[in-house]
């Protein structure tokens, strides 16, 4: 959630600044209901004083005497004059809230510009793609129908969530082990965490309003199945307050993740490419603001440090404001290098929140100066996503018989040096 003193003080750089992203948000009018309300709310505290001294004059007076009776009366009017403003300043408040959660957050200004995609820039690659010899699509290798079985994933629930059979159900969880040691190398304390979360908690990160549609909702009991172990971690310190020397705090979660992804269609989708339930190690941070930036540099190293040891060829985009998230100020993604299909995918977004996602679920910490509490900077990323991992593992590594060559680094979890 944006500053409001932001919104009010600096309205023209708000308007700016959300104009590059691809959000559309109507800022005077957000304002002018503001002062509407505002208005509102004067108007009912004016009422409610002047109840308030009719009350008391009304207690001096004898009861039953002609002026007794003649206050009664009018606290009736007054009170049914408050109760009137009142529910109409509760009902533009309510409005109120939700034109806030409407509001993009303000892309840093190191952020490149630009409409789409098209826009982001590459800041970094590591790895040798011209090197990579055999490569195949991960669907076309011999026995991936036989380890993957996406058949019986549609009979027992639908497209998209594929059974990992025998061999590939160990390196998947030879690649959960990788990334949580990693995480825990790194300072991440582990959590485990629900798969499923309140409205509260997907309002918090930015879930809610703006990807309602994206999640998967039971609405018997208003809960949403996490599409990231964002969302519950980040929402573990929520209404919290941090002491100043406990900062940063770090923290990891491993789950299953699941996402509707409507619309998909295509190469994007084929194989392991695009899938509604898949596994992720998230790492989420809470910092000091004046930390936020070097944090999300950290972080974007730590993800980078997973793939250099699963040699995997990557590179890193800079994400402009014409393709940046609601709620990120700054974001990068890191994407390996598919020799395959002959394409990078993604497989971690790195990202600084500012104190968005902690003004929306009130974390906060306590200067050591003893000055009133501020809202930490929250920052996440993928730490890292298993299914186009294991999508680049499999195409990269394709031995002359056929088989898959395991990376030195899961050996010690798969046991054996090869699937296939």
Known sequence: M??????????????????LKKFDCDIDAILAFDAERRQAVTEFETARAQQNAASKAMAELPKGSPEFKEKVAEMKAVSAKVKELQAAADEMEKKWKQMLLSIPNIPDDSVPVGKSDKDNVTVYTWGDIDSIKNAKPHWDLYFFEELLDFQRGVKVTGAGFPFYVGDMARLVRSLVSLFLEEARANGYRELMCPLMVNAASATATGQLPDKEGQMYHDAQDDFYMIPTAEVPVTNFYRDEIFEESQLPVYACGYTPCFRREAGSWGKDVRGLNRLHQFDKVELVKWTHPDKGMEELELLRKDAEGILQKLNLPYRV?????????????????????????????????????????????????RPADGGKPRNVYTLNGSGLAVPRVLAAILENNIQEDGSVKIPEVLKKWYGGDKIG
């Open 2 to 19: 944006i500053d409001v003193k932001i919104l009010r003080e600096q309205p023209e750089m708000v308007k700016a600044k959300i104009a």
């Open 317 to 365: 985009l800079a994400i402009s404001t014409g393709d940046i998230g609601f709620p990120h100020a700054k974001q990068y993604d890191l994407e390996v290098w598919a020799a395959g299909q002959q394409r990078w995918l993604e497989v971690s977004s790195c990202s600084c929140f500012t104190d968005f996602q902690a003004r929306r679920a009130n974390i906060r910490f």
